[in-house]
């Protein structure tokens, strides 16, 4: 028999009271919290990267609280005065407690390059230009807006030096400064080619001697002597072969470009080949490679007034000389000269690039084996072959700045090109509408 015990009313009465307490807690769900960060002051410090900062609080500090010690290090002097230290490129937060205990300021600290170094810096280097740095992070931008584009250059060089890699640049120059580059590029070539063959034919009815075959190239004689004769029954025939050649060759590229001071322009006046890449055992893919003349140039217009120039012309031409052949593909070769020089210049000097000179010769004899070598008769057996070439190559460069009249288009109608009318076609047979221009300038005739 289970024993009875008879509790108080006032402990029944609580037992009461804490069971209704735990029924009502299992029959509602717990109402969520949010926590909010304390409403207090924020500001935001850049601290360079291995330097060190003083700061000032506006009171009294009971503790300072440091997010990321390996981005910054924060050391006290005083109870309201301390120092930050960069350690690392980054951001963290900094925590700023009061005398009671409270929170009083949080302060966001970044890491980053020495933007005040630099705007030190930039004034020295151009006073009264009106740049500007700001931290942005690990990035510093430039802003403002300078007098030419010089001072662009070289203030984006100098910031280069602080963050490599780095600068973000928004300057902008109040004119623009365009370049024209007038190039004159003239080659002249000459050729000297003599070829000297003689057949020899001696025969009868029982033997032959034959020799020679005439001219060692392909061209056709240009003259030829042959004369027929005899010993006893024997025939002799004789004939002798001469070609000479002589040729001159001028060409002449005159390509005007524009680039803004800075900027790089290229030009090209030739074409493309097709040069054929293998890839694996049994494909090939082709490629384009140009060649003819090429100029690349970048200006460069200094404080001064001065025009810093980096040229590099290139002139190259298919040389099947010395070709090579790539499954059944000839793959021309290239002669190319080529130079490339850094110079400055008043605007409308001109300089000149010459000496690039090329000299050929080249010569050979067919002859019969011994016979050829005799002293006289050996002429007789025996086909001479040489050819001579000389090029010079002179590339003329006059810089200039644009003006208001460099931007004004020609109008189409005053340019040669146009269909001519039915009547000058048919009754004065003009196959232009306007005489072409010649070199010196002067209108040729229409034709």
Do not use: C
């Not at 063959?197 to 042959?226: C, E, H, M, R």
């Amino acid at each position: 028999m289970i024993p009875m015990y008879r509790l108080p009313r006032t402990v029944l009465s609580a037992l009461a009271g804490l069971i209704l307490i735990t029924a009502g807690s299992a029959a509602a769900p717990a109402a969520a919290q949010t926590l909010a960060s304390e409403p207090v002051q924020r500001r935001t410090i850049y601290v360079p990267r291995d330097k060190a900062l003083s700061f000032r609080l506006p009171g009294p500090a009971s503790r300072i609280v440091i997010t990321q010690p390996e981005i910054a290090k924060v050391t006290a002097t005083s109870d309201s005065s301390f120092y930050v230290q960069g350690i690392e490129f980054g951001s963290t937060n900094m925590l700023v407690y009061g005398r009671g205990g409270q929170l009083s300021e949080v302060l966001d600290v970044r890491v980053g390059y020495d933007a005040e170094g630099l705007q030190q810096d930039l004034v020295a280097a151009f006073p009264g230009e009106p740049i500007r740095v700001r931290n942005l992070g690990e990035v510093l931008m430039l802003t403002g807006e300078i007098s030419n584009s010089g001072v662009q250059a070289s203030a984006e060089k100098i910031a280069e030096k602080y963050a490599p890699d780095s600068i973000i640049s928004r300057l902008t120059v109040q004119n623009s400064q365009q370049v024209i580059l007038e190039v004159r590029i003239l080659e002249a070539s000459r050729s000297a080619l003599q070829d000297l063959g003689v057949n020899l034919a001696i025969f009868n009815d029982s033997f032959s001697v034959l020799t020679g075959a005439g001219l060692i190239g392909l061209n056709p004689p240009q003259g030829s002597i042959t004369s027929t004769g005899g010993i006893g029954r024997a025939t002799v025939d004789t004939q002798l072969q001469a070609l000479e050649e002589k040729g001159a060759l001028r060409t002449l590229a005159r390509p005007n470009l524009v680039a803004i001071s800075g900027q790089k322009a290229s030009f090209l006046a030739g074409g493309e080949f097709p040069f054929p890449v293998p890839q694996d055992l049994d494909k090939i893919v082709i490629e384009f490679k140009p060649y003819g003349v090429r100029l690349n140039f970048t200006p460069n217009v200094q404080d001064n007034g001065w025009i810093r120039l980096n040229v590099e012309p290139e002139v190259s031409q298919l040389d099947f000389n010395n070709a090579l052949t790539v499954r059944d593909f000839v793959v021309p070769a290239l002669t190319v000269r080529r130079a490339a020089t850094t110079l400055e210049l008043r605007p409308g000097d001109s300089f000149a690039m010459a000496g690039l000179f090329q000299h050929n010769y080249e010569n050979a004899v067919q002859q019969f084996p011994g016979l050829g070598n005799l002293p006289v008769l050996g002429a007789l057996f025996r086909s001479a072959r040489w050819k001579r070439s000389e090029s010079e190559l002179l590339i003329i460069v006059t810089p200039r700045l644009s003006t208001p009249a460099d931007r004004q288009i020609t109008p189409i109608d005053s340019m040669p090109g146009k269909e001519p009318s039915t009547a000058d076609l048919l009754l004065f047979g003009a196959s232009h509408d306007k005489p072409l221009p010649r070199d010196d300038g002067k209108p040729a005739a229409v034709k």
